[in-house]
T-cell receptor, first 113, second 108 residues
Framework: DVKVTQSSRYLVKRTGEKVFLECVQDMDHENMFWYRQDPGLGLRLIYFSYDVKMKEKGDIPEGYSVSREKKERFSLILESASTNQTSMYLC????????????FGSGTRLTVV | QKEVEQNSGPLSVPEGAIASLNCTYSDRGSQSFFWYRQYSGKSPELIMSIYSNGDKEDGRFTAQLNKASQYVSLLIRDSQPSDSATYLCAVRAGKSTFGDGTTLTVKP
């Protein structure tokens, strides 16, 4: 069963901590994405990657960075966690080209206290 | 104006009725259109994709696309309580842009 796996379902971190969210896909997808989803704000794109070692800023990249050293793995890094980064984080992947939809991971609910 | 707009919800229909979900988009260069279903507390799941003008049917679901009018719709026939979810419209030109979603409740 093909899937996108996010390392943690729930995570609680303290303000100022460096936080790593991991995402692994087994579908040989070229494209990978990180979103956050908040009530009333919909899905907001943080960063995306079209290929290994490539990254592009999305709509809300401030306070985040990413790493893609291998095709199957895309990591989201919160450099110094803040309470306004409390959210549901969703990783997604797809084949390249506009004809493909996304496969989402199950999400990580991050709470920053 | 948002790039992708969905009809404001929530939408409530009785079991067995047709649910109609609508979406408009602003980028005329968009080529691919998708509908995702998101159950409460879960992640979005791709349920329909459409690329050409007209209708595309998959079981009880029909996606409709009209590029000239820049709208996409999703019809759910014989709605079931298990269809109760938030439905996200997405338009892809490179990366996907998502609407905010319409929450559908199907009442038994």
């Amino acid at each position: 069963d093909v899937k996108v796996t996010q390392s943690s379902r729930y995570l609680v971190k303290r303000t100022g901590e460096k936080v790593f969210l991991e995402c692994v896909q087994d579908m040989d997808h070229e494209n990978m994405f990180w979103y956050r989803q908040d009530p009333g704000l919909g899905l907001r794109l943080i960063y995306f990657s079209y290929d290994v070692k490539m990254k592009e800023k999305g709509d809300i990249p401030e306070g985040y960075s990413v790493s893609r050293e291998k095709k199957e793995r895309f990591s989201l890094i919160l450099e110094s966690a803040s309470t306004n980064q409390t959210s549901m984080y969703l990783c997604a992947s797809s084949f390249s080209g506009g004809a493909y939809g996304y496969t989402f991971g199950s999400g990580t609910r991050l709470t920053v206290v | 104006q948002k790039e992708v707009e969905q009809n404001s919800g929530p939408l409530s229909v009785p079991e067995g009725a047709i649910a109609s979900l609508n979406c408009t988009y602003s980028d005329r260069g968009s080529q691919s259109f998708f509908w995702y279903r998101q159950y409460s507390g879960k992640s979005p799941e791709l349920i329909m994709s459409i690329y050409s003008n007209g209708d595309k049917e998959d079981g009880r679901f029909t996606a409709q696309l009209n590029k000239a009018s820049q709208y996409v719709s999703l019809l759910i026939r014989d709605s079931q309580p298990s269809d109760s979810a938030t439905y996200l419209c997405a338009v892809r030109a490179g990366k996907s842009t998502f609407g905010d979603g319409t929450t559908l409740t199907v009442k038994p």
